[in-house]
DNA sequence: ACGAGAACCTGTTTGC
DNA sequence: TGCAAACAGGTTCTCG
């Protein structure tokens, strides 16, 4: 499902439709996600504009006029459709959630597995968000680079693969984008993470908002859920070099290795043994 | 306290 | 071919 690239793609779908738009209706099909809707999500949004969409970490976050954050995560399975004809087709099976706005456009949340979920959270109560309190930096900003890295990485007794996913240490790397960054730092995803430091940490920092934006660029990794909210499909699986990749040659064409699978704290990980050290 | 594994839920792919 | 097991992009809880 979804990592930083798959929904910064979805931001950036849901953004003319939604900035600055009225929300003329709310369908809520189910009483729960992956947690119980909040209670009042429909009349709380009903008639309220949208003065904002942003993104952080793998959370959407609709800012709403007078002061609810809308934070929308999608899980492994959740997907984002824009209708812009009126009515919209019927819905389809997991279609959850539907936002009407006053533009005409329906926006819809479809996620077979609800790993996703929707809430409502006031001014007040967003610092302390339990699931964003304590979020590592975001990679694609200024700030991150090599010594934010190594500094978080630090007395880590994990493989650097694992904390990588963990999203304390940096936020809106998935599986996906993990193998892929550390292929490209020439980091073994089995490195203990405290040794990644120094210059090691500023390859592997470069390699991750080099990977992430390249990603974005394509509009995300269309696996099996994955879609731009127009409906197409994101491309950059195309461009992975190692993931999903098992047994097919290393892309650097120059070790004669094969890309290994393995399992790391219960998920999958591609890697080169030569290349990755 | 920290890290690995299970759990959450449904759909699709893999293997016998 | 058919069925069951394994697996899937995330996060949190439990257990050692």
Redesign the pocket.
Known sequence: ???LP?VETVRRGLLPVLEGRRLERVIQRRPDL?FPMPEGFGQRLTGRTVDAVQRR???LMVRISGGDTLIW?????GRVMIFPETPAPPPA??DHVELLTDGGVTIRFND????GFMDLVAAEDLASY??LAHLGPEPLDDEFDGAVLAERLR?????IK??L???RVVA???????SEALFRAGISPRRL??TVQGGRAVKLAAAIKAVLAAAIAAG???????RQPNGEL?YF?HAFEV??RAGQACPNGVCNAVIR?I??????TFYCSRCQR
């Open positions: 499902m979804p990592e798959e992956r970490a793998k959370f995560h999608l899980g492994m399975s099976a997991h077979a597995r609800r790993f339990p699931m007395g880590k007794n994990t493989p694992a904390a996913l963990d999203q809106g790397i998935g599986n996906i984008y993990a993470a405290r995300g990794s269309t696996l099996r859920d994955h994101g699986q993931y999903d699978q399992v790391q704290s219960g998920r999958s």
